[in-house]
């Protein structure tokens, strides 16, 4: 009896220890098979995304075939002729989506020169850029200093700047400004700007503007309006800025960042289906918001030399997506002409 009592525990004990085998190995397998299978999804996600590249790229080489009312109807009958036809009139193609498979693909194309171009912003340009990132106006003097200090070819600093010897070398670990000792630079990135005096991601990409504080007033910050992209040049594609971009430019407040949305969009009265309402140049832009007669002279001068209305360089984001996976790809071209 005692050894039939013994054989039981025995059995019960290697039973409880199969279990544990088996359910670790089903648990381990499980997981191979997750990790197997996202593996497996990720790759098609990042497929899906060099296609949307792809996709961006033909539509941009398409454009190029663009004329306007003179295109034939086979031509126009084209599925792409739309998005192409924005592309060469100087509008972004925001949110094209497509489906591959089990996939889908969505592509931003937006002109770079949408953007303002850090490397050419003067001190009253950087003042109109903090203004509309929310940045409080007290800071405004040592962040243009300093940005100018940054990028001078001189090592004297401004009132509120600061140069390599007196501020950047002292640091922990130590560096040193972009131009320096004759030689004037310029910023490759926007996120270089975090290693000037003053800037910090807050004023960058928006937040509380001091951490750790519920109560701190929150700016929507500044990165989403520059581009360091120096082949993006001074002038403003307004015909594919954004609202906030517009509200940069001299004189133009946020009611006439919407009339120009409008305008450019044909929403305005009296326009009619199927027209065009891109902007054709200054003049044009100029003559279609008559309000922009209202701001002072000099505004004017200086808003005539930033409005441009095509672009060659091109922001191509392209996400490919696969139940639930996401892969994005952010690649910068330039469209022939």
């Known amino acids: 009896m005692k050894r039939s009592g013994s054989a039981l525990i025995i059995v019960l004990w290697v ?25 497996r999804k990720k790759l098609k996600a990042i497929y899906l995304a060099k296609g949307g590249v792809e996709l961006a790229r033909a539509l941009l080489a398409r454009s190029a075939q663009i004329q306007g009312a003179t295109d034939p109807d086979t031509l126009k009958a084209e ?55 929310g940045v409080p106006e007290e800071m405004w003097s040592e962040l243009v200093d300093s940005f100018n200090d940054w990028r001078d070819a001189d090592d004297q600093p401004n009132l509120d700047g600061a140069e390599t010897d007196d501020y950047y070398a002292r640091l922990d670990p ?66 594919a800025a954004g609202k906030r971009v517009l509200m940069t430019l001299p004189g133009i407040d946020d009611t006439l960042a919407d009339a120009i949305i409008d305008a450019r969009e044909g929403l305005t009265a009296g326009t009619k289906m199927g027209d065009d309402y891109f902007f054709k140049d200054a003049n044009d832009f100029f003559g279609r918001i008559p309000d922009l007669g209202g701001i002072p002279p000099d505004d004017q001068q200086r808003l005539r030399s930033l409005v441009g209305t095509v672009s060659s360089v091109y922001r191509i984001t392209s996400i490919g997506r696969v139940h639930g996976v996401e892969y994005k790809i952010v690649s910068v071209v330039t469209a022939q002409r």
């Open 15 to 39: 039973i409880a220890l199969l279990s544990v085998l088996i359910g670790g190995f089903a648990y381990d397998m499980h997981l191979e098979s997750r990790v197997v299978s996202y593996q």
């Open 79 to 133: 599925p792409w002729y739309l998005n192409a036809k924005r592309l060469r009139q100087g509008y972004a193609v925001v949110g094209l989506t497509d489906s591959l498979g089990e996939g889908t693909i969505i592509v931003d194309i937006a002109p770079e020169p949408a953007l303002r171009n850090v490397n050419t912003l003067k001190d009253d340009d950087w003042e109109r850029i903090l203004e509309v990132g």
């Open 174 to 239: 130590p560096y040193k400004a972009r131009g320096r000792k004759g030689k004037s630079a310029s910023l490759d990135t926007v996120d270089e700007l975090l290693l000037i005096k003053g800037f910090s991601r807050t004023i960058l990409y928006g937040g509380p503007l001091t951490e750790d504080d519920t109560n701190s007033v929150a700016i929507p910050g500044i990165a989403d309006l520059l581009t360091a992209l120096k082949d993006s040049g001074e002038q403003v594609n307004v015909n």
